[in-house]
């Protein structure tokens, strides 16, 4: 069954703590994207990756890192660094060559306290 | 990317059609216009997107004007699950920026009884 996953679905962390959002997919496709949703406004777009092994900042990289070593994972990490981690985080991915539509996964909502 | 303009909110009787307008005056002439929806709390769907010819598929119908400066979602029947945030944007196409969407805060349809 071919598709994007996000885990956990919830996450509960104190404040000071880095955590790592987990994002797979099984579409073979080349770019994932990641993106911050806050209550009632639409998706800001943290960092993307068009192929593995490189990535570009967003409009809201700061404070968080991300990662691809392989064409299957973008795993997010919301570090210490980042002022306001409480959000609902979406990732996505898209297949570039044939049309760009962006798939995305149910969302991690992050909460620090 | 194109920076497009949509409606806060509207509201659709359930059976009737929704006709969802987004303004993107600053389109260029290859750059594709895209529809996404997304239900509360879920990851956001792609439901359409378009060049310049209409295009029709099983959830929608996306009309876009001669001038490419703006288009139209149809939802020929809504149903009270249509209800959602539907966004319209516009991707840039350049190779270092290419899938890299800006998603504004959409149109709220809600489909009433």
């Known amino acids: 069954d071919g598709g994007i996953t996000q885990s956990p679905k919830y996450l509960f962390r104190k404040e000071g703590q880095n955590v790592t959002l987990s994002c797979e997919q099984n579409l073979n496709h080349d770019a994932m994207y990641w993106y911050r949703q806050d209550p009632g406004q639409g998706l800001r777009l943290i960092y993307y990756?068009?192929?593995?092994?490189?990535?570009q900042k967003g409009d809201i990289a700061e404070g968080y890192s991300v990662s691809r070593e392989k064409k299957e994972s973008f795993p997010l990490t919301v570090t210490s660094a980042q002022k306001n981690p409480t959000a609902f985080y979406l990732c996505?991915?898209?297949?570039?060559?044939?049309?760009?539509?962006?798939?995305f996964g149910p969302g991690t909502r992050l909460t620090v306290t | 990317d194109a920076k497009t303009t949509q409606p806060t909110s509207m509201d659709c009787a359930e059976g009737r059609a929704a006709n969802l307008p987004c303004n993107h005056s600053?389109?260029?002439?290859?750059?594709?216009v895209y529809w996404y929806r997304q239900i509360h709390s879920q990851g956001p769907q792609y439901i359409i997107h378009g060049l310049k010819n209409n295009e029709t598929n099983e959830m929608a119908s996306l009309i876009i004007t001669e001038d490419r400066k703006s288009s139209t979602l149809i939802l020929p029947h809504a149903t009270l699950r249509d209800t959602a945030v539907y966004y319209c944007i516009v991707p840039p196409l350049y190779n270092t920026n290419a899938g890299k969407s800006t998603f504004g805060d959409g149109t709220t349809l809600t489909v009433k009884p």
């Open positions: 996505a991915s898209s297949n570039l060559r044939t049309g760009g539509e962006q798939y």
């Open positions: 990756s068009q192929i593995v092994n490189d990535f």
């Open positions: 600053t389109i260029s002439g290859n750059e594709y």
